[in-house]
């Protein structure tokens, strides 16, 4: 990333201030000697403001850096005393977004070992596996999952809220050395289609990363940020390191309700919210309230925006919502921003600074502007593999995102879905996620998901999933009647099937896999 850029955007965003030049060189110093890891992170927020509140959650829980700073040193001290924990180790994290949560986050990065997000949504049985899978020594875990932790392994170390925080009070305060080995954050992707795989994140170089976001997404420094999304997702913990980077305010709640947060972004003064889309629906179930919070960004990332959502939402609380396409594997792809979204409610935006984005045939070549194919993407952040070895197909420093989209004239970005959810109907191509967009802008329809299901004449159809609105109904052939006024053919769903709601993970994905168990079933 080239220099004057660099400047200029760390300027823009408040990042360049005059300070105390103890304070500052204290900054500058944590981070020559912890780099940008979170806990270099935090350690060079408390070093420069020491007294800003760091975290706010629910419980009345209120800390300032380096009050925060402090507490992780602690229980990183506890961590390797009590429980033998050092560097290399896989410490797993089964928690919802609160201040015990990170401290384990930024504590075990500290000593050098590997922090494993665990899904809140794993089943019992789904945790004993993945605990095998990624072999991991420890899971600090909240009390509210003691019931799904009695059949992990047995050589699993379980720590709970309780034995948590007495390490924290036990542990020593003096300053830890840096370890020798960097701790690296291990997310689960979301295995909505299948069973979730730990993906290794790198750890930032520099400043390039932060610069990227912020450039295209106004975030500045000491901002109050509400990070809704589920920090053990790759975009709340983006959220999470963003912000200890800008040193900002973090307000963090267990569990996502919409008038709580609503009333949280008020009463706390939030500048920004880390959400995922379906998040920004349930938002626009229930009456705003007046004054408006006093928002100035609203990031989502995830999974796609459904139609009409972007300008729904913008029309409510404002021209403040931005967009990015991503995955745990590339990082980011793409940010679209409210003038975007106005004007193409769909689109993913255009890639960053510094990211090469590029549509390729199955053979790897381009594709004309407009056309669907892979998207490739290349930025210093892609992933560094899959812990069991496994890795993703790489073309030219691009590594494929899974997902099949095309550029138009203007360079927007349009993602039309997983290259495994297309499906060939009677000789045609079929995307669900267009049919999705369309239902979804059905007065009547809540939420809606389309997947393609085995047909013994067109070796594959579509089928319709519709959540409606409360009192609300439909006609099943009003509803294919609908579609095809706007759409091809072989785009129409045989099948139209209405449930209460969409079985979702806990970052809103819609969970494939048991809409056609429950199809079949």
């Known amino acids: 990333m080239d220099l004057p850029f660099l400047v200029a955007t760390l300027a823009r965003r408040g990042l360049i201030t005059l300070g105390s030049p103890v304070r500052v060189a204290a900054q500058l110093k944590a981070l020559r000697t912890w780099g940008w890891s979170i806990a270099g992170e935090l350690r060079q927020a408390a070093a420069r403001d020491p007294d800003r ?3 706010i959650d629910e419980q009345g829980t209120r800390l300032t850096y380096a009050e925060f700073f402090d507490r992780s040193e602690r229980l990183a001290r506890g961590m390797r005393r009590a429980l033998g924990v050092q560097a290399g180790d896989r410490i797993g994290v089964l928690c919802r977004n609160h201040h015990g949560m990170v401290e384990t986050i ?23 596996t993945m605990a095998e899978e990624q072999r991991l020594r420890t899971l600090v875990h909240d009390d509210e999952f003691a019931d799904r932790v009695t059949s992990l392994p047995a050589e699993v170390q379980r720590v709970d809220e309780r034995t948590r ?44 990363p932060l610069v990227s976001i912020i450039d295209r997404i106004p975030l500045h420094a000491r901002h109050t940020v509400m990070i809704a999304a589920p920090i053990f997702h790759t975009w709340g913990y983006a959220a999470l390191q963003v912000c200890f980077a800008l040193r900002a305010t973090v307000v963090l709640h267990r569990r ?113 502007t407009g056309e669907v194919g892979r998207i490739f993407v290349g930025n210093e952040m892609l992933f560094e593999g899959y812990t069991s070895g496994a890795t993703r197909e790489s073309r030219n420093g691009l590594l494929d995102t899974g997902d099949l989209g095309r550029v138009d004239t203007g360079g927007l970005l349009f993602v039309d ?27 009547q329809v809540r939420e809606a998901a389309v997947i393609g299901v085995p047909d013994p004449q067109y070796g594959q159809r579509l089928a319709a999933f519709l959540a409606l609105h409360p009192g609300e109904t439909l006609d099943p052939e009003a509803v294919r009647e609908y579609v095809r006024h706007y759409l091809a053919r072989f785009s129409v769903p045989r099948d139209v099937i209405f449930v209460k709601y969409l079985p979702r993970n806990a970052t809103g994905k819609v969970l494939t896999r048991e809409l056609r168990d429950y199809y079949h079933g």
């Open 53 to 55: 509140v760091a975290v």
């Open 106 to 128: 930024v504590a075990t990065i500290l000593l050098g070992a590997d922090v494993v997000l665990v899904n809140t949504g794993l089943s019992a049985a789904q945790l004993a």
């Open 165 to 208: 925080e007495e390490l924290v009070v036990g542990g020593l305060a003096d300053d830890l050395r840096p370890p020798e080995r960097d701790g690296r954050i291990i997310v689960l992707t979301s295995g909505t289609t299948g069973t979730p795989k730990g993906a290794r994140r790198p750890t930032p170089s520099g400043l390039g």
């Open 256 to 368: 996502f309700d919409p008038a709580a947060t609503l009333a949280a972004l008020t009463a706390q003064r939030c500048d920004a919210l880390f959400a995922v889309p379906v998040m920004l629906q349930r938002l626009l179930e229930v009456p705003p309230p007046d004054p408006r919070p006093p928002l100035k960004v609203v990031a989502v990332s995830g999974s796609a925006l459904p139609g009409g959502l972007a300008t729904r939402f913008m029309d409510v609380y404002g021209d403040v919502l931005y967009n990015l396409y991503g995955s745990t594997e590339v990082s980011w792809a793409s940010i679209a921003g409210p003038a975007e979204l106005r004007t193409a409610p769909t689109t993913a935006g255009r890639p960053p600074h510094g990211t090469r984005l590029a549509i390729l045939d199955e053979a790897g070549g381009p594709v004309p």
């Open 417 to 443: 879905g997983r290259a495994d959810d297309m499906i060939v109907s009677g000789g045609e191509n079929v995307f669900p996620s267009e049919v999705e967009e369309l239902l979804a802008r059905l007065p």
